[in-house]
């Protein structure tokens, strides 16, 4: 199989990135500049991107889907004189559906394209010509036939590749737990695929099953249907709510600190090291940073900024051995975890994949502290795309002579 990579010229779409930072009132102003802008795919990919920070997630796949009619490749609108072309596969869907790259790579000297991957629909004529290929598309059901076409797809890939799509593939919650289950120093919780059939059998099946444990549809993401399981009858009662066919079901820990609050740590493993990017404390088990509320409690920020500054000596290297052990299990280049830290000092695991959300849009006013501890984190990233170019042209052209 052979690809034709050529440069091309990409009338730039819009970056969620920046479309996160954009306020209320200029929305108006943002929706008058993309209808303004020229082609029916930007304009359909554009009110993807919009819609999918501000507005309706219905309407904002069916912009895409009309974009995707048109052509698969898109450019993140970013620097005009890039010193990496990163070219990302990706799978048709809403936002948590695949890496979100691009904002990992604002205000650098990447240049990032975007390359749909349609299970049955040929790969475009020519492909933009980029230095490095991730995989973005994250594991899902509806993501695997995705997955396995690009497994097929980057046997013969002329250039270096990141975050392999076999290896995407085991990063199911289930996956993820049978890869780290055995590790020291770590706790991940049990967590099985089960049927709706197979959990109305243990609803009524009286007093046995393992309680507390936790429930949510198959792929969920946010803490969307996550339910806290305490009984049978309360498990009858959840599955009365959700029209969903299949769940992951898993032990429930009880990971609060001292002070009966909740804290969850995410970190981005990159090229096999720890990079944190948030640090979210709230009275609530299911812990999101959106609803973590830390604007509202200074003293929680700066328990954040606390943990940032000293991350590295503290969290990173209690945890060192654990965080190694992850990254060579899982054998991704880049991969964002969800953690905690127990009372007995383990590593506690929530789960594992390259989608989670890394970025630096918080308001500046009130997170200044976090700027320095992402653009670190970025510029790991753009050093791992740099590592794989320089180790494809060594492969390549030989080592360089001795002097």
Same mark, same amino acid.
């Given at each position: 199989?052979?690809?034709?990579?050529?440069?091309?010229?990409?009338?730039?779409?819009?970056?969620?990135?920046?479309?996160?930072?954009?306020?209320?009132?200029?929305?108006?102003?943002?929706?008058?500049?993309?209808?303004?802008?020229?082609?029916?795919?930007?304009?359909?990919?554009?009110?993807?991107?919009?819609?999918?920070?501000?507005?309706?997630?219905?309407?904002?796949?069916?912009?895409?889907?009309?974009?995707?009619?048109?052509?698969?490749?898109?450019?993140?609108?970013?620097?005009?004189?890039?010193?990496?072309?990163?070219?990302?596969?990706?799978?048709?869907?809403?936002?948590?559906?695949?890496?979100?790259?691009?904002?990992?790579?604002?205000?650098?000297?990447?240049?990032?394209?975007?390359?749909?991957?349609?299970?049955?629909?040929?790969?475009?004529?020519?492909?933009?010509?980029?230095? /490095?290929?991730?995989?973005?598309?994250?594991?899902?059901?509806?993501?695997?036939?995705?997955?396995?076409?690009?497994?097929?797809?980057?046997?013969?890939?002329?250039?270096?590749?990141?975050?392999?799509?076999?290896?995407?593939?085991?990063?199911?919650?289930?996956?993820?737990?049978?890869?780290?289950?055995?590790?020291?120093?770590?706790?991940?919780?049990?967590?099985?695929?089960?049927?709706?059939?197979?959990?109305?059998?243990?609803?009524?099946?009286?007093?046995?099953?393992?309680?507390?444990?936790?429930?949510?549809?198959?792929?969920?993401?946010?803490?969307?249907?996550?339910?806290?399981?305490?009984?049978?009858?309360?498990?009858?009662?959840?599955?009365?709510?959700?029209?969903a066919q299949e769940f992951y079901t898993s032990k429930f820990i009880d990971y609060r600190n001292q002070d009966g609050l909740y804290r969850k740590v995410r970190i981005a493993l990159i090229d096999g090291a720890p990079y944190v990017s948030h640090l979210a404390i709230s009275d609530y088990w299911i812990v999101h940073y959106g609803s973590a509320q830390m604007d509202e409690h200074p003293e929680r920020r700066e328990e954040e900024a606390q943990f940032m500054r000293d991350f590295d000596a503290g969290f990173a290297r209690r945890h060192q051995n654990a965080l190694r052990s992850v990254s060579e299990r899982l054998?991704?280049?880049? /991969?964002?975890?969800?953690?905690?830290?127990?009372?007995?000092?383990?590593?506690?695991?929530?789960?594992?994949?390259?989608?989670?959300?890394?970025?630096?849009?918080?308001? /500046?006013?009130?997170?200044?502290?976090?700027?320095?501890?992402?653009?670190?984190?970025?510029?790991?990233?753009?050093?791992?795309?740099?590592?794989?170019?320089?180790?494809?042209?060594?492969?390549?052209?030989?080592?360089?002579?001795?002097?």
């Amino acid at each position: 199989m052979t690809y034709s990579l050529t440069p091309m010229h990409l009338e730039p779409i819009l970056s969620m990135a920046a479309l996160a930072r954009t306020p209320d009132e200029k929305i108006p102003e943002l929706i008058t500049q993309i209808i303004s802008r020229p082609g029916n795919a930007n304009l359909h990919m554009n009110q993807f991107q919009l819609f999918s920070i501000f507005g309706n997630q219905s309407f904002a796949l069916d912009m895409q889907a009309l974009a995707l009619q048109e052509r698969t490749i898109y450019r993140i609108a970013g620097t005009d004189t890039p010193l990496i072309r990163l070219l990302a596969l990706m799978a048709p869907g809403d936002a948590t559906d695949n890496a979100p790259l691009d904002y990992l790579i604002e205000h650098t000297d990447i240049q990032l394209d975007l390359l749909y991957i349609i299970p049955g629909k040929p790969l475009p004529a020519a492909i933009p010509e980029h230095d /490095v290929m991730m995989v973005a598309a994250g594991e899902s059901s509806k993501n695997r036939a995705v997955l396995q076409v690009i497994d097929q797809l980057i046997e013969c890939w002329p250039r270096p590749v990141l975050n392999p799509a076999k290896q995407i593939l085991n990063c199911s919650r289930n996956g993820v737990y049978q890869q780290l289950k055995d590790l020291p120093g770590l706790i991940i919780p049990p967590t099985r695929r089960a049927t709706r059939q197979a959990l109305l059998e243990l609803s009524n099946a009286g007093a046995s099953g393992d309680y507390p444990c936790t429930v949510r549809p198959l792929d969920s993401q946010a803490g969307n249907g996550l339910a806290k399981i305490d009984s049978p009858a309360a498990l009858a009662a959840y599955l009365a709510t959700s029209d969903a066919q299949e769940f992951y079901t898993s032990k429930f820990i009880d990971y609060r600190n001292q002070d009966g609050l909740y804290r969850k740590v995410r970190i981005a493993l990159i090229d096999g090291a720890p990079y944190v990017s948030h640090l979210a404390i709230s009275d609530y088990w299911i812990v999101h940073y959106g609803s973590a509320q830390m604007d509202e409690h200074p003293e929680r920020r700066e328990e954040e900024a606390q943990f940032m500054r000293d991350f590295d000596a503290g969290f990173a290297r209690r945890h060192q051995n654990a965080l190694r052990s992850v990254s060579e299990r899982l054998k991704l280049d880049y /991969v964002v975890i969800d953690c905690a830290e127990t009372m007995c000092g383990d590593l506690l695991i929530f789960e594992a994949d390259n989608r989670g959300w890394v970025h630096a849009t918080d308001p /500046v006013d009130l997170y200044l502290y976090k700027q320095a501890t992402m653009q670190k984190l970025f510029a790991a990233f753009r050093a791992m795309l740099l590592s794989a170019m320089q180790t494809s042209s060594i492969s390549i052209n030989g080592p360089a002579p001795a002097h």
